[in-house]
């Protein structure tokens, strides 16, 4: 017996589920926050884990002497983990910190959350005002009944249309969102909704978390299917886990086989073969038989020519109609304006910002607005909801242009009242010419 000495005794049932989750940790590369005692939070990376030690590469300089205790937290299999431990040793770039001797449950959410792919192509749009302040669209990175996650990909103001710089000041905690749209959820169709800006993260990107509105509890039945076919109900106590390293062994290779010896060919007889016989000729084919002649052509019957009068009416009606463009600037919106004029519309107006829209939709004498790509703010269907929702009864058939169509592009069309979803690409043809008068009226 050791009496004197300071020789480590096995680790007990509890250090082999820290050691288990943290092998994870360092095996999936998660990032950790070191916290000291005054709430100071740095992000680390998990360097090494032994028997009775971490090894920490700290992100940023930690004022913590030897000794002191610290907390650790992690985000491992959708859940956030809280450790406490106590600082061994604090090198330029390297700490030491002692194994911690348990893990708990450091949950924030109310309520279970789905994370998403970002190839599953789900987007959300946020607007602190339809017509000023600040407006920002980005992938959702999660999801629950309650609020989300979105990694923001760009920062506008919308009276301007002026490009903002992404960081942390962009958008306060706390501060009301008038719109949240989100789109291409799976199995959901679009939702509008409000909310409140709940945390803001600008240290890996640009990480805004919202919270919904209470009281749209029916409005948000899809997600909740959504969320409950990915995840569980978040649990009371740490999940257990076991180390990889204990696992079952590999089944054992199967033993090297020695290739069979080539055999030898046996010697070809000397006796003399028999000669096959000789093939009877072919039977002669029959003749061929006779082709058909030709039925005669029957002469079709020649088109009237137009009438001059309905012709002159349709001119006369296509001058006054109006007809916006929500298109980006390019050979594309050019080309389309272009055949339009030249069919006899009167009036193709352009537009490619949100302001400019909602100025011209608010002049009479727009009877069609076509929808290939939006413009810089919200494109899209996005860009319809927000027509419906400004006009409601008074909106004119708006033509959705897509190039890729599935069931919840249908469905979010019929819910905003969309008048045709057009498959990109399209020719700028007759077809493109009858689809323009039918929704006119002037077919």
Known sequence: MAMFGTKKTKSSEGSELVLAYFEEVQRLRVSLSIVDGRGRAVPASLTSVSEDRLAVSPQGPLTVDKGASVDLFFL?????????????????????????????????????????????????????????????????????????????????????????????????????LMLIKLNKLPKCGPIELAGTVAWVDASQGLLVGITFEKGKESLLGPVRSLVSSRTTAIPTSVPMKTRR???????????????????????????????????????????????????????????PPPDERSLALLRVKKRSRGILLAMPAGPERDAVAGFLSEDGYGRVLLTDT???????????????????????????????????HKLADAMP?????????????????????????????YELDTEFQRMIEGHLGLG
């Open 76 to 176: 491992l299999d959708g859940l956030r983990f809280k450790a406490s431990t106590k600082l061994l040793e604090n090198k330029p770039g390297l700490v030491a910190l002692d194994l911690p001797s348990g893990i708990s449950l450091a949950e924030r959410r109310k309520k279970p959350r789905a994370r998403l792919n970002a190839r599953e192509g789900a987007t959300a749009i946020a607007l602190t005002g339809l017509f000023d302040g600040v407006g920002l669209n980005g992938s959702i990175e999660n999801i629950s009944e309650g609020g989300l996650c979105i990694r923001v990909e760009k920062v506008m103001e919308v009276k301007t249309q002026r490009k903002m710089h992404m960081g942390a000041n962009v958008l306060a905690v706390g501060q009301p």
């Open 245 to 303: 390293s204990q696992e079952a062994p590999p089944e054992p290779e199967e033993p090297y086989q020695r290739p069979v010896a080539r055999k030898e060919p046996e010697p070809v007889s000397e006796t003399p073969v028999a000669s096959a016989p000789i093939p009877e000729p072919p039977a002669p084919e029959p003749p061929p038989a006779p082709k058909p002649e030709p039925e005669p052509e029957v002469e079709s019957s020649p088109t």
């Open 354 to 388: 949100l302001t400019n829209l909602l100025e011209q939709v608010e002049k009479p004498g727009i009877h069609l607005i076509f929808v290939d790509g939006g413009v810089a703010e919200l494109q899209d269907l996005a860009l319809a909801s927000l027509l419906r």
């Open 397 to 425: 058939p708006v033509v959705l242009a897509e190039a890729f169509v599935d069931a919840e592009l249908v469905l979010g069309a019929q819910e905003t009242g969309v008048a045709q979803i057009l498959v990109k690409p």
